[in-house]
């Protein structure tokens, strides 16, 4: 009796085995609609060529994470999770690397560049003409998809990210050859040496001070050491 047991459960298992096997090479579950999510720039054509799924993929044989590496090998893409919604559906969710500013190089177009520094695309300032210049970046070797190592670049992100609504509204490009020359440079051509994002706050409180009392005779001004500010008027030396 216990040989007939052992027989009959050792027979259960193997059944139970070969069928999971089978289920799992078959073409049950078989990939037949991609959702994504989290698109805005690039279309849902082009987020599913990126990740290249393979013909005949079912849900059960689904190399998710080889999907995942070349969804954020694209210097749009920041980050990606790809999940499994049965019957037949893989669901694709990426968040996109959002434009922060625009670096000018000398060149026809305009590298784009995200608030962490990640070099994204070069498109031409036409497309591109709501976001922030930042020019004079010395030695800058950019490449797509990767974090500048740039510290004058760095520095001149979280002097933008930093600053009022208010002076930024006055403000048409940053000029970057070093953090210490950081400066805004206004519409009205005014010159803020703002030197490191250190106290950026503060810095940002005294140049609209400065702008507001002079009301337009002022061409520079020096707020790198914030409690000893200066500035130069119209005609100075």
């Known amino acids: 009796m216990l040989r007939l047991r052992l027989a009959l459960i050792l027979v259960l298992l193997f059944s139970a085995v070969f069928g999971i096997v089978s289920v799992y090479q078959s073409q049950v579950f078989e990939v037949s609609a991609v959702d994504i999510i989290g698109n805005s720039r690039l279309s849902a054509a082009e987020v599913e060529a990126i990740a290249a799924i ?9 190399p998710a994470d080889e999907m995942v590496q070349r969804l ?4 749009w893409i920041e980050s990606a999770t790809v999940t499994r919604d049965f019957p037949d559906t893989a669901r694709i969710h990426i968040a996109e690397r959002v434009p922060f500013a625009q670096v000018d190089l000398g060149g026809a177009a305009f590298w784009l560049v995200s608030r962490s520094g990640v070099m994204i695309a070069q498109q031409t300032p036409e497309t591109t003409s709501t976001l922030i210049v930042i ?8 490449r797509q998809g990767v974090k500048t190592v740039s510290e004058p670049l760095l520095n001149s992100l979280d002097v933008w ?7 930024q509204s ?3 490009a940053l000029s ?7 400066a805004l440079i206004t519409h009205d051509d005014v010159e803020i040496f703002i030197g490191s994002a250190d106290d950026i706050d503060k810095k940002d409180a005294v140049a609209r001070g400065i702008l507001g009392e ?11 050491t914030v409690d000893r500010p200066t500035w130069r008027g119209i005609g100075e030396e």
């Open 176 to 182: 970057a050859p070093s953090i210490d020359k950081t």
């Open 72 to 75: 954020v090998e694209n210097p």
């Open 135 to 142: 020019r004079d970046i010395a030695g800058l070797d950019p």
């Open 54 to 62: 393979p013909d005949g993929a079912t849900l059960l044989r689904f």
């Open 161 to 167: 990210a930093g600053l009022s609504e208010e002076l």
């Open 214 to 224: 002079q009301q337009g005779n002022v061409v520079s001004i020096n707020v790198r």
């Open 170 to 172: 006055l403000t048409r």
